[in-house]
């Protein structure tokens, strides 16, 4: 497999899945804007969205890939679909029952993730509602990640790639058709989730048709009978508390936004919007193909196999990565001025924003590495190392806000994440190279080395050029502000890549090294 060719297809999917949530964040902070309405949902959807990563992307998948990769290594495909069809008939009531719960205690959930609402009663009865009426959510969107998790063990990436764009056109429909015809307009965002998960499973089970994996339900007890069922639940416990950990530091972090001047939470979520930009593109495509191709390297016993594929997806991380944490480091006032600026969304709320960007480039290389070194644990049915650092890694956010938040307020709060996601991932590669499991593969001083001397020529050049400019003014058109920083972007972007060939890079290096084990 062509690690860098997979993972470039899986980013250009990606890339569309983001371009049109950006379309959908345009519109809700044009619409919108950072006010209590806007508090209010981004604290409703995160709920949902919580235990969604907690249950079903976290935990779920985690433990789910590497044993659907290792049954269809060792077993079979007639085995492989038993074992799908038993993981359903459990998973499926699980997330129903949890989705009931969630309506029923929401005012709950609300006080625990955002108690600064409490002195607002009306904010505080918002966020409740929506919260019920989004919940829901979690059961398609965990069947959906089921679902994902099938197609990509058999190395169908691209629809579960293209998925989430249902969502956003979801977004994108319902901000434009019927917001504008309700009351309480806000509401036309609940219906935008609740359309969107069902499209997304709607979407995905005729890929799972094809081959052969669309799941039925067997009953709870043949399903617990399943030794690779309950090796799986044993992996997901342990997986649990790492993703716990994960979520736990978010929900602080959105407690602490909570108690922040109004906007605070919108703001955050807005930088945490262009955070994920490039983590999905590089990070997350990188490590969906990844995964599958390391447990199967492992289940063969193929440890060079699997030393191969993780230097390239780290080379391909830190090639990628760095220039574009600098890039967002640069450009934010001018990103977020392009992509949110105008009608409801300020001057103030671009800058504070754009704050948050700051913030969490600082540790976006910690962010995007994370999605290679935590997979190579994975892999190896390793769930228990990740979660011990992910607790150290939450134990340092936490000190990081008690000298960032005073500070910077809540571009503190992203500052602490960036630095966390840092000692997060150092702390996993160094356990990786201590235990003997990655070993560096020649050229890595070289390739370092010119990174770096390209990323700092292109930051110079992205400072010197927007020297003279208030992005926070906001005093261009739209479409200028659009032009001006999409060719600061690019021209960043060429300085970069001609700084690396001056230093000896050729594109011939993303070639992974030769693939010995299934040559396609």
């Known amino acids: 497999m062509n690690l860098f060719r997979a993972a470039a297809s899986i980013s250009l999917l990606t890339l569309v899945s983001r371009i049109t949530g950006v379309v959908r964040d345009m519109l809700i902070a044009r619409f919108f804007g950072a006010s209590v309405q806007t508090d ?19 935990a779920f998948q985690q433990a789910f890939v590497p044993m659907v990769a290792s049954v269809r290594q060792t077993e079979g495909e007639e085995r492989t679909k038993r074992f799908v069809d038993h993981v359903f008939s ?61 197609l990509n063990t058999y190395k169908s990436f691209r629809i579960p790639a293209v998925t989430p764009v249902l969502l956003n056109l979801s977004f994108i429909a319902c901000s434009l058709l019927l917001a504008p015809h309700m009351s309480q307009p806000i509401y036309a965002l609940v219906i935008a989730v609740i359309l969107g998960g069902i499209a997304q499973l709607a979407f995905q089970l005729p890929a799972l048709k094809k081959i052969g994996m669309i799941p039925s339900f067997t009953g709870f007890r043949t399903a617990l009978a399943d030794s690779s069922v309950i090796m799986t639940m044993k992996q997901m416990v342990p997986a649990l508390f790492g993703v ?12 602490i936004a909570s108690h922040l001047e109004r906007g605070a939470v919108t703001w955050l979520n807005y930088a945490d919007r262009l955070m994920e930009f490039p983590t999905a593109l590089l990070g997350v495509a990188v490590g969906t193909v990844l995964l599958p191709s390391l447990s199967a390297a492992h289940a063969a016993g193929n440890e060079d196999r699997y030393n191969e594929l993780l230097d390239h997806g780290l080379r391909l991380i830190v090639l990628l990565g760095i220039p574009a944490a600098i890039g967002l480091f640069a450009c934010a006032d001018g990103l977020v001025a392009f992509l949110f600026g105008g009608r409801a969304f300020t001057g103030e709320d671009v800058r504070q924003t754009a704050y948050g960007v700051i913030g969490y480039s600082v540790g976006l290389l910690g962010l995007i590495a994370m999605k290679i070194v935590a997979p190579a644990f994975y892999a190896r049915k390793d769930i228990r190392t990740p979660v011990r650092v992910a607790a150290l890694s939450l134990v340092c956010v936490q000190v990081f806000n008690l000298i960032t938040v005073p500070l910077f307020h809540q571009a503190g709060l992203a500052l602490s994440v960036g630095l966390g996601s840092l000692v997060n991932s150092g702390t996993l590669l160094y356990l990786l190279r201590k235990r003997g499991i990655y070993r560096p593969l020649p050229g890595w001083k070289k390739h370092f080395l010119a990174i770096i001397c390209s990323s700092f020529v292109m930051l110079c050049v992205l400072l010197g050029v927007q020297w003279n400019i208030d992005w926070s003014a906001l005093s261009d058109p739209w479409i200028r502000r659009a032009a001006k920083v999409l060719a600061i972007c690019a021209f960043g972007a060429a300085v970069y890549g001609a700084g690396m060939v001056f230093f000896g890079f050729r594109p011939r290096d993303l070639r992974p090294p030769k693939d010995r084990a299934d040559e396609e």
């Open 40 to 58: 209010a949902f981004y604290v409703a959807f995160r709920l949902p969205n919580l235990l969604r990563r907690l249950f079903a992307e976290g």
């Open 90 to 150: 459990i998973l499926a009531p699980v997330v129903i029952l949890v989705s009931i719960l969630g309506v029923l205690i929401a005012p709950v959930l609300v006080w625990l993730i955002a108690a600064g609402f409490r002195s607002d009663p009306e904010e505080f009865s918002l966020a409740t509602s929506l919260t019920r009426w989004m919940f829901p959510y979690i059961a398609f969107m965990s069947l959906v990640a089921m679902s994902a998790a099938v």
């Open 244 to 255: 716990a950990v994960a979520q736990l530091s978010i929900l602080i972090n959105t407690n």
